[in-house]
């Protein structure tokens, strides 16, 4: 019995780390989606965001020279077709994700806020080359619509935030790694 509590001691001393990172990780994703639940975020943010998104989009899509307006959340072309932003076409959660991770790496704080305010700001632009995409992809191809959007740009999105993460990651550990070796 007394074995075990120390095999147990000693596994969480050795895993600590690890553990720390699942349990900030846990701890942020659960702040962001009991923020996301709040008057002011849900009715006051995601809208004002969501109609900054299309308007950005609408005038990215005048300079390709698409005919397009943009009417509060949506993004109208003069030929007919439209898309409709709505929660989930923000980068928000992809964004949360990915900033919960960086926030729970061990790192010097200052490293991970910049990292955090990089990859929201490299989320965020990849985000209106998504809309616009899509916006394409339903006038183009409408039929393709409903795949590249659910299919395609949600599992990339998800993907693309931790694809970021790991590489930061790994660029931070790469550097631990280079000064270790310089200052030994």
């Known amino acids: 019995m007394v074995r075990n509590r120390k095999s147990k001691a000693s596994w969480f001393r050795t895993n600590w780390v690890d ?46 020279g698409e005919d397009v307006s943009v009417q509060d959340k949506a ?10 932003l709505e929660r989930g076409c923000d980068a928000v959660e992809p964004s949360a994700l990915f900033v919960s991770a960086v926030l729970a790496s061990p790192v010097a ?22 809309v616009v995409s899509l916006f ?10 409903d795949a590249v959007h659910l299919d395609v740009w949600q599992a ?6 931790i694809a970021l993460w790991a590489l930061w990651a790994s660029r931070v550990a790469h550097r631990r790694v280079v000064q270790s070796h310089v200052s030994t």
Do not use: D, E, W
Request: with cysteine.
């Open 75 to 84: 993004i109208v072309s003069a030929s007919g077709p439209s898309i409709q």
């Open 156 to 161: 990339l999105f998800i993907f693309l935030a």
């Open 19 to 64: 553990i720390r990172f699942l349990l900030v990780f846990a701890a942020c994703m659960g702040l962001y989606y009991v923020l996301t639940l709040t008057p002011p975020i849900r009715q006051g943010f995601f809208p004002a965001y969501l109609k900054l998104n299309a308007s950005v989009c609408g005038t990215i899509l005048h300079l390709m």
């Open 109 to 130: 704080l200052l490293p991970r806020l910049a990292a955090a305010a990089g990859g929201v700001l490299v989320l965020g632009l990849l985000n209106l080359v998504r």
């Open 136 to 145: 394409l992809v339903r006038l183009h191809f409408p039929a393709a619509f």
